[in-house]
């Protein structure tokens, strides 16, 4: 075993995290969902985990290995952002301001960023999505998902895909955000847009297809049409809907198999039985709600149920220009009645579910090394310690990520 490295970095993303106080895996034991150790150690091997376990059956880590000691604090899985909508130009202070003042939160404020996100230059974006991207990583973020829907025209969502690319595989076309302002009483035309020539540009950068299936966005004919389209190319669907009201939104997903339902904060009974008799995940925002003042929504009418929970950011400069999971999981635990370790497990584990991903969330031999440090013995803290930057430190495929500075 090799002295520890300067900063415990390796370039070869090969690293022993010994001295963990309290490692939470996600792999599931005797009731256990955060499968915890008390007690660990991880090894990494070319950027993936192959042991996770108790210190005293570590395996023998050979030659070569940074090791870096955990000083009995907790280790967790880099945090999976399964929605965020990270390229646009311009935001919306004023609009916030507003609505602390007492103006309700609109659909239609979309359109703000569309414009302003037309005026940037390609650079402009990409250097703001790489900072955004820094701002994700240094707290604990090491997957995310990121959307189109703030161009609405064919050039520009082609562009706000391309530059997604470039930091995730996990891009997500949005076409269908709003309604684009050229198209203004004529949404099925804009549907036909949305569904041939944009698709067609998009959908090699892009995983998954998205609609706000929202009244003052478009209604559940649109977004079948919508989804069915990015079906047939081959993208995996997603849903926004249930946001600003009960709505067709969580049906549709389910009756499609959506890998997720995204809001999901006003759900009738009928809605929740059906989540949980699908492989729907239900992702909560509640970044949302603090954003806007909108009720939270029922976490544990969900998990009653037996649905599955993911937590995400939303970030986006209109509804939660926040893009802190550890913020996410204080809301959800305060405010929507989630334990920590269920709000923790649900922005992990929930987040991959929500991508279908496996490699991710987890650490498990094989899993990517994803893996976040925290200043703290234990989870709780992420819920206990609102607003404490906790994250000590990132490791994205065995390399160190963040914090920065
Ligand atoms: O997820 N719900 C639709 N889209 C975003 C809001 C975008 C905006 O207001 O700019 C959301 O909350
Ligand atoms: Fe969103």
């Known amino acids: 075993m090799s002295a520890p490295a300067p900063g415990g ?15 939470t895996t996600n792999v599931a034991v005797d009731g256990d ?27 023998d880590a050979g030659g070569g290995v940074d090791v870096v000691d955990a000083g009995g604090r907790a280790v967790i899985p880099g945090f999976v952002d399964s929605h965020t909508h990270l390229v646009f130009g311009g935001d919306r202070a004023a609009e916030f301001a507003a609505r602390m003042a007492g103006e309700p939160y609109a659909a239609g404020g979309i359109r703000t960023t569309v414009a302003a996100t037309r005026a940037a230059s390609e650079d402009e974006l990409r250097q703001r999505l790489r900072a955004f991207v820094g701002e994700c990583r240094s707290q604990g973020t090491t997957t995310l998902e990121i959307k189109t829907g703030y161009g609405l025209d064919v050039a520009t969502e082609t562009r706000l895909a391309r530059l997604a690319a470039e930091v995730t595989d996990e891009v997500t076309f949005l076409g269908a955000h ?4 050229e198209f203004a009483g004529r949404a099925d035309d804009y549907v036909d847009l949305v569904v041939g020539p944009m698709l067609d540009a998009v959908a090699p950068h892009a995983r998954w297809v998205d609609v706000f299936c929202e009244a003052g966005a478009f209604t559940p004919a649109q977004s079948r049409r919508v989804l069915e389209a990015g079906r047939a190319k081959g993208l995996g669907i997603r849903v926004h809907g249930n946001q600003l009201g ?13 890998a997720a339902v995204d809001h999901c904060t006003f759900l009738t009974d009928d809605d929740v039985i059906a989540l949980a008799g699908s492989e729907t995940v239900a992702t909560l925002l509640p970044g949302v709600e603090f954003s806007t003042r909108q009720p939270y929504p029922d976490a544990r009418r969900l998990l009653a149920a037996g649905v599955t929970l993911a937590l995400a950011s939303d970030c986006n400069p209109g509804s939660s220009f926040t893009s802190s999971m550890p913020l996410m999981i204080a809301l959800a635990v305060r405010e929507m009645g989630m334990t920590p370790a269920e709000a923790v497990w ?17 650490i498990e031999p094989g899993a990517k090394a994803d893996l976040v440090l925290l200043d703290a013995p234990s989870r709780v803290h992420l819920a206990y310690r609102p607003g404490v930057p906790l994250v000590r430190r990132v490791w994205k495929d065995g390399l160190i990520a963040g914090p920065t500075g």
């Open 246 to 258: 009960y709505g067709a939104g969580a049906a549709l997903a389910v009756a499609m198999g959506a």
């Open 9 to 23: 970095i390796s370039p070869a993303g090969d690293l022993l995290l010994t001295n963990i106080g309290e490692l």
């Open 346 to 362: 649900a922005a992990t584990a929930g987040g991959a579910r929500a991508l279908r991903r496996t490699d991710v969330g987890v």
């Open 33 to 59: 969902p955060c499968g915890t150790v008390q007690g660990a150690a991880v090894l990494v091997r070319g950027g993936h985990v192959v042991w996770a376990g108790p210190s005293d059956r570590v395996p």
């Open 178 to 181: 709003v309604v684009a302002p």
